[in-house]
């Protein structure tokens, strides 16, 4: 990312990469963490690569979202949470005194289960990002930010003529890719997706994992879900959470047709004895 | 192993599991009668076999239907869907075993008199071990043993020597007996028959590893033939 001042609507389109063996972008090596004397995580080690989507799955109460927040240091909003072990952004520590949280969450973003499109509209939703952290320089910069997230976010089409309608007002999956084009907007390397399509219906479904497809060559993304035929259709690798512990990690199509461990088998062929 | 939580998809799988075990049973018999019929020129056996043929394609075309019923209800991962697939295609493969005995019982009735063709007597040894292969790859399928299942995929060299040698023997024979040349051509056909349900036996026995272990079995060294 840029220390420079460059607004974010001069910088050229990203290009999309071919697939390469490059160093993964976060890396996780031995992280535990606890909720007051309760261990919740225990002795994770996993790497997020660039190029694409790694799905977390596993039984309610396994950790992963738990685990997947500590990628973007939400757990620091808990009082109870106790981080250990190590989680590096480009090889830096995001746990380290020096690192700016703030910054942190724009470069690593989040988007919920539940939409929540602030109470604003559709234009200050997706400019309030890049306002707080002075991406845009003037009016036609900021216009070309919001435009360019949503159109990334496969919201354009649908919401230009109307940008100053409130967010709340969309459709359930269109405030959902609102907010994927909120976390678009302040141009994150790594999008962190917590059961994004729980709450929506099978089209607005497909809708947003067809926009996972065409955002996994910009950005890292990890997607928790329940759904294992989401996690099938969506990512390229997957990791099984099993009772705050990592129990296998592979490629999605190995894990679904030939997984090594008898747990990650038992639970994806639904033999929960 | 647990059973599913969802206790359907178990039926559904045991269901596929019964029409294959009808099928094995069924395809079996029609081998191990039409080389009795041909031992014996036992024409109602014969024609026995033929018919008994639909009832095995009927099963097919049942296990299929339920196939991708099963895949489009429950969406089998990791070994049930080696599983189902498995399932299917091993249903296909005997079902081909099926018409190669319809086949061989469909020429006991146009052999005229099969005691003039000497090299006939090395066929019953060949369909013995043939028929073993047969009930070993579905026995192995049962009990999902690929330790079973690699055994069988030995065994196909046996029956492909013996193949070779009744090719070989009867060309002599044709050249020596050319009046019987249209009973030694149906014994050539009905060795092949063998061969092939060998075959067959064989791919069964790799299908049998494929579930177990998600992985063919190691490629086994191809013997030239003489064709």
Redesign the interface.
Known sequence: MSDTATPLSQMSEPTISAPKMSAPKMSARGVNVFYGEKQAINDVSIDVDVDSVTAFIGPSGCGKSTFLRTLNRMNDTVASARVEGEITLDGENIYSSGMDVVQLRARVGMVFQKPNPFPKSIYENVAYGPRIHGLANSKADMDAVVERSLRQAGLWDEVKDRLQESGTALSGGQQQRLCIGRAIAVDPEVILMDEPCSALDPIATAKIEELIHDLRGRYAIVIVTHN??QA?RVSQKTAFFHLGTLVEYGATSDI????RQERT??Y?????? | MTEHTVKAFDNDINALRALIAEMGGLTEEAIDNAMRALATHDIPLARKVVEGDKRIDELDAQIEKLVVQTIALRAPLADDLREIIAVLKISNVVERMADYAKNIAKRVETIRSTSTVEPLSLLPSMAQITREMVKGALDAFVARDPVKALQIIERDRAVDDFYNAIFRTMITFMMENPKVISESAHIMFIAKNLERIGDHATNIAEMVHYIVTGEKPPEREKLTSVE
Do not use: E, L, S, W
Not at chain 1, 256 to 259: D, E, L, M, S, V
């Open positions: 294992m035929q099938a679904f047709t030939n997984p088998k038992d994806i062929t639904g033999r929960y004895g």
